[in-house]
């Protein structure tokens, strides 16, 4: 069964920084890209950021630029979310999700599966 | 970017009834645009892609139309399991971007 499990999130200062990790499972990770959707308490879906099946290329929400840095350890089955100089704003529940369609080149996709995914709180 | 705009907010049906759920986008997306499903204090299901094919597992009362601009979700007759949240995604473009959703109730 295909699966990705995210963990790391809580409670962080604003400023500070965070580290997302997402275990994925019953698939061949390098083949397929991955992806960062997060959703604000209350609010609706805002995708965050997506990297290539190889790590080699990488996208990111404007909201997020400069800030977020995307990655992926193959040999661990791992993605990983940095989060660096978080605002109240940031504040969601993080869910990685798996891009279903196998390509080495990172282009626009869906996401399925989704994690159940991981709150980080943002806060003083 | 590309803005997905979802109507109605919220749709009020009575389980066996039809619900047709509309999705817009701000520039033409093609037929690249998914619709998911969340309930409450779970991660979406995605439902369908490609504008019109369903995801594995996805019951044939769901069905998905349009293209370019003007998407439709259609759920035949509702069960009890469908009363949920739908978002449209577009994935024609970076930044990939969601509508705001569709929230489906009983009546």
């Known amino acids: 069964e295909v699966q990705v499990l995210e963990s790391g999130g809580g409670l962080v200062q604003p400023g500070g920084s965070l580290r997302l990790s997402c275990a994925a499972s019953?698939?061949?990770?390098?083949?397929?890209?991955m992806h960062w959707v997060r959703q604000a308490p209350g609010k609706g879906l805002e995708w965050v950021s997506a990297?290539?099946?190889?790590?080699?290329?990488?996208e990111y929400a404007d909201s997020v630029k400069g800030r977020f840095t995307v990655s992926r350890d193959k040999y661990k089955n791992m993605l990983f979310l940095q989060m660096d100089s978080l605002r109240a704003e940031d504040t969601a529940v993080y869910y990685c999700?798996?891009?279903?369609?196998?390509?080495?080149?990172?282009?626009?996709?869906?996401?399925?599966?989704w994690g159940q995914g991981t709150l980080v709180t943002v806060s003083s | 970017e590309i803005v997905m705009t979802q109507s109605p907010a919220t749709l009020s049906v009575s389980p066996g009834e039809r619900a047709t759920l509309s999705c817009r986008a701000s520039q033409s997306v093609s037929s690249n645009l998914a619709w998911y499903q969340q309930k409450p204090g779970q991660a979406p299901r995605l439902l369908i892609y490609g504008a019109s094919t369903r995801a594995t597992g996805i019951p044939a009362r769901f069905s998905g139309s349009g293209s370019e601009t003007e998407f439709t979700l259609t759920i035949s007759s509702l069960q009890s399991e469908d009363f949920a949240v739908y978002y449209c995604?577009?994935?024609?473009?970076?930044?990939?971007?969601f509508g705001g959703g569709t929230k489906v109730e009983i009546k």
């Open positions: 995604q577009q994935y024609n473009n970076w930044p990939l971007t």
């Open positions: 019953g698939f061949t990770f390098d083949d397929y890209a």
């Open positions: 990297i290539s099946a190889k790590g080699g290329s990488t």
């Open positions: 999700a798996k891009d279903p369609v196998r390509s080495f080149i990172l282009s626009g996709s869906f996401f399925d599966p």
